[in-house]
């Protein structure tokens, strides 16, 4: 355990930030309008069960609700704009309407025929990887999957970059030259705040930059065309029971923003840190307004925001991952950012997707490339790293990945290299590791729910998996989809339902622990990549959600 008591120059410091609205569209003077209309089968029979999908390509804005009995579907919530409409259902779709011009105050009709063939239906996989294909810390975690190619270059790979991460995320990357200059460069500045690794002399960047400019140059033929964005879409009509409900979504303006994490503030807006542009970004809940905030100024222009948390006052906890190692709260109602920098770290960097705020206000973190857990007492200004023992037994880090705050007051984390979960005494640090009794799990995220159990994602293995936190009785829950790619849980305290992410499939799913029943939502389209969901505390109808490749941010909201 090693503590540090240095913040640098930012530790009180308070930041006010610039940022940006896109709300030209519409205000919070906008009223909504009613789309109305039936969906017909090619026969002229109406449908129920059918996807019906709304498009503002202006405000960026999709709607999708499902159509009902006789086939009669409504939107009442639709800002006032141009809208293309198309259904979904069964084999079958319909053609895009012609722009329908929804106004304040007003409900207009439209019926939409399906009597155009669907595309090929996508089977589930990661996005961009065929079904079945094992990701990078899979392959980490058994040796599997292919090693370093020969040639110059290979050894100070091996000696100062592998230090910090296996070598199957090199192997799995592709760039050209000027690509991977920005890699290694970056990697650089990382290793100048690591107590680990070592900075490459320029003889020596220059040699690696040139051994993986050669090695893992874009492969021409490995381009993949993106699938039809209703190929995810079941080919069956949804039951009655999971018809309830619709989806709102906003594209981002950055479309690399990869958005991997997604929280709600006190008033039900949804946030999302950006990995890649570095900005935190609100969806106004009513006027569907979309809004982002510049955190300040740092060292480096090279900012990765991530692990987005609310805190116990309502403020929100995030990471820079990037080359400025530091960790930033948000308050949103004063529009502030509070800074502190971190001392050096194992890997040299702040990365990680998972923080947590205990009840007794301290903020933790699991640094994934650096093996270590990092607790930051807001109170004190100091930060203290905890060593995940199987990481240290390994001599690699074990990827301490998800994390929640278990009944018995202690940290629980996610040893995703090692198939395990861990419990850390929140005091001493201590740590207690137990193995998942669960073949390839791939453990993601961790949530608690309203006994103090813990539940985890088991990605690979397609489970829910709940642990007693007091016996460590391991129950696994199985959804109806096959290898669905279960992210992580959440939990409507409420009324006592765990939520996760059917990351896989591209649908959410709904898990009644008492009775082991499952609901399933679809989204709306096909690799939208949701890795993160919160329900929301103050109205469990709605969870809110984000898309790291589609840089999507949205919310399913139940109607019933």
Request: glycine share 10%; aromatic share 8%; with cysteine.
């Amino acid at each position: 355990m090693l503590k540090s008591g240095r913040l640098n120059s930012c530790l009180t410091a308070l930041a006010l930030v610039a940022s940006v609205a896109w709300s030209d569209a519409g205000s919070a003077q906008d009223t909504v309008g009613t789309l109305t209309g039936s969906v017909l089968d090619a026969a002229g029979a109406p449908l129920a069960g059918a996807f019906v999908q709304m498009k503002n390509a202006e405000r960026r804005l999709n709607f999708m609700v499902i159509s009902q009995e006789q086939g009669k579907y409504t939107n009442s919530k639709l800002p006032a704009g141009k809208y293309i409409v198309q259904a979904i259902g069964g084999e079958h779709q319909s053609a895009p309407s012609a722009p329908i011009d929804v106004a304040a105050g007003k409900s207009l009709s439209v019926d939409l025929s399906l009597t155009a063939a669907r595309a090929p239906a996508l089977p589930g996989a990661w996005p961009g990887r065929q079904p079945g294909e094992r990701g990078a810390e899979a392959e980490a975690a058994t040796g599997a999957g292919p090693r370093l190619a020969d040639g110059e270059g290979k050894a100070i790979v091996e000696a100062k970059c592998t230090s910090c991460h296996d070598a199957q995320r090199i192997v799995r990357s592709r760039g050209n030259q000027a690509r991977w200059q920005q890699v290694v460069q970056s990697m650089n500045l990382y290793a100048q705040g690591s107590t680990l690794a070592k900075p490459l002399t320029a003889e020596e960047e220059k040699v690696v930059v040139g051994y993986l400019a050669t090695n893992y140059a874009p492969d021409p033929g490995s381009a993949k065309p993106k699938p039809d964005p209703f190929s995810r879409l079941p080919r069956t009509l949804q039951p009655p029971e999971a018809r309830g409900y619709m989806l709102v979504e906003y594209e981002l303006p950055n479309r690399a923003a990869q958005p991997h994490e997604v929280a709600v503030d006190d008033d039900g807006n949804g946030w999302v840190t950006q990995r890649v542009g570095g900005r935190l970004g609100r969806l106004d809940l009513e006027t569907l307004t979309y809004r982002e905030y510049e955190p300040p100024a740092a060292g480096s222009t090279v900012v990765r925001l991530n692990a987005i948390r609310r805190g116990n006052k309502g403020e929100f906890w995030m990471v820079d991952g990037g080359p400025n190692r530091r960790w930033l709260s948000f308050d949103p109602k004063a529009e502030r950012f509070a800074v502190y920098d971190l001392p050096p770290t194992r890997s040299g960097n702040a990365s990680g997707n998972t923080m947590r705020v205990h009840p007794d206000n301290t903020v933790w973190l699991n640094s994934i490339a650096g093996n270590q857990v990092i607790r930051l007492d807001p109170a004190t200004k100091q930060f203290t790293f905890f060593e995940v023992p199987a990481g240290v037994k390994n001599n690699k880090t074990a990827n301490p990945y998800g994390m929640a705050i278990g009944g018995d007051g202690n940290i629980w984390i996610v040893e995703n290299a090692v198939d395990q979960i861990a419990r850390i005494d929140r005091a001493s640090g201590k740590f207690e590791e137990f193995p998942l009794p669960v073949h390839d799990p791939v453990a993601r995220k961790l949530g608690s729910d309203w006994d103090g159990n813990l539940w985890v994602g088991l990605h690979g293995a397609g489970k829910l998996l709940r642990v007693d936190y007091k016996t460590l009785k391991m129950t696994e829950f199985t959804p109806p989809s096959e290898d669905a790619g279960v992210y992580l849980a959440d939990p409507d305290m409420k009324n006592r339902l765990m939520w996760t992410s059917l990351h896989h499939v591209d649908k959410l799913g709904r898990l009644d622990p008492a009775t082991g029943s499952w609901t399933e939502f679809p989204l709306m389209y096909a690799e939208t990549d949701v890795r993160r969901i919160e329900v929301d505390p103050n109205n469990p109808k709605r969870v809110w959600y984000s898309g790291v490749l589609s840089s999507r941010i949205g919310y399913i909201e139940l109607l019933q």
